[in-house]
């Protein structure tokens, strides 16, 4: 049974720093690129950041650039996001997502999400 677990979530002020952590299960973690996705309220599930499976090669939304960090850890299972320079509105649920493409087949799997609140 795949199980995607994410961790670290929490209330900080703004220009506070958290890492999230994305601990997988029942896979092997090498074969998927990694994504984070986050959904504030009211709004739609939106891409933040992404890796390949190898940590090659990475991709972020432009509301992130400069200030979140994604990496990964194939030996321990384990993806991070490292989230500098909080603002309130990156006020979400974080996501951890593994995606694996081999011809016609396609595994997608999600965690449960970790809330992040950023606040005075």
């Known amino acids: 049974q795949v199980q995607l677990v994410e961790s670290g979530g929490g209330l900080v002020q703004p220009g506070g720093s958290l890492r999230l952590s994305c601990a997988a299960s029942g896979l092997t973690l090498s074969l998927y690129d990694m994504s984070w996705y986050r959904q504030a309220p009211g709004k739609d599930r939106e891409l933040v950041a992404a890796i390949t499976s190898a940590g090659r090669i990475t991709d972020y939304a432009d509301s992130v650039k400069g200030r979140f960090t994604i990496s990964r850890d194939n030996a321990k299972n384990t993806v991070y996001l490292q989230m500098n320079s909080l603002k309130p509105e990156d006020t979400a649920v974080y996501y951890c997502?593994?995606?694996?493409?081999?011809?016609?087949?396609?595994?997608?799997?999600w965690g449960q999400g970790t809330q992040v609140t950023v606040s005075s």
């Open positions: 997502n593994a995606d694996r493409r081999l011809a016609t087949w396609n595994w997608n799997y």
